[in-house]
């Protein structure tokens, strides 16, 4: 039972460059989300998908997009990668939105901007 | 402006002990609560959670409690156990769908 599964774990990259993070659920849930953690910033919400073909934007949004791909995958992309996009970056899904659910997490990926 | 607000980096508790860990938020529209737990290289998992319409929810050694007047809650361990030493992040929404988290609290219970 795998759960959510990022890719990659870690990734360095160059400002400017683009990157895709890649998220996957297998639980047939309808609702995804994207987070960044920052130290002394807890998790911040980037962007999130209550349902497949909706995307929302969080709290964070500049500097990245997002593609829902089908009910399962869910994208996050930097355009042009920044230094102050280096963080920790968890994806999330939940059965629904909405009161009464709770995410299930991936193990994040690190990333740093150079 | 950090809207959910966990004051307390740290805290470390003697095994079987009672650690009580403390939120505070400052939007009155917050009306779900919700608890995690993290260990180092991993993904926040989910704890427990509550409704603004209680006060108190319990689940095993898990135990929250909401002040709405003071918009203040807490999550008490009893006992606490080694395996317990993780970063507990407080989480709240006022819809559903998005999500604030406080910055964490790194709980050390010492065997």
């Known amino acids: 039972n795998a759960g959510v599964t990022q890719t990659p774990k870690f990734q360095v990259l160059k400002t400017g460059q683009s990157m895709t993070l890649q998220c996957a659920q297998d639980?047939?849930?309808?609702?995804m989300y994207w987070y960044r953690q920052d130290p002394g910033m807890g998790l911040r919400l980037i962007y999130y998908?209550?349902?497949?073909?909706?995307?929302d934007k969080g709290e964070v949004p500049n500097g990245y997009n997002v593609s829902r791909l089908n009910k399962r995958e869910f994208s996050l992309r930097l355009e042009s990668a920044a230094p102050s996009q280096t963080s920790v970056y968890f994806c999330?899904?939940?059965?629904?939105?909405?009161?009464?659910?709770?995410?299930?997490f991936g193990s994040g990926t690190r990333l740093t901007v150079v | 402006d950090q809207q959910v607000k966990q004051n307390s980096p740290s805290l470390s508790v003697q095994e079987g002990r009672i650690s009580i860990l403390n939120c505070d938020y400052t939007?009155?529209?917050?009306?779900?609560f919700l608890w995690y737990k993290k260990y180092p290289a991993e993904g926040p998992t989910f704890l427990i959670s509550?409704?603004?319409?209680?006060d108190k929810n319990e689940d095993g050694r898990f135990t929250v409690f909401l002040n709405k007047s003071a918009k203040h809650l807490s999550l008490h361990i009893v006992p606490s156990q080694p395996g317990d030493s993780a970063v507990y992040f407080c989480a709240a929404t006022p819809t559903g769908n998005q999500f604030y988290f406080g910055t964490g609290t790194s709980l050390t219970v010492i065997p």
């Open positions: 998908s209550a349902s497949e073909g909706t995307t």
């Open positions: 509550i409704s603004s319409i209680k």
């Open positions: 639980m047939n849930h309808n609702s």
């Open positions: 939007n009155s529209m917050f009306d779900y």
């Open positions: 999330a899904s939940s059965e629904a939105a909405g009161q009464g659910t709770a995410h299930t």
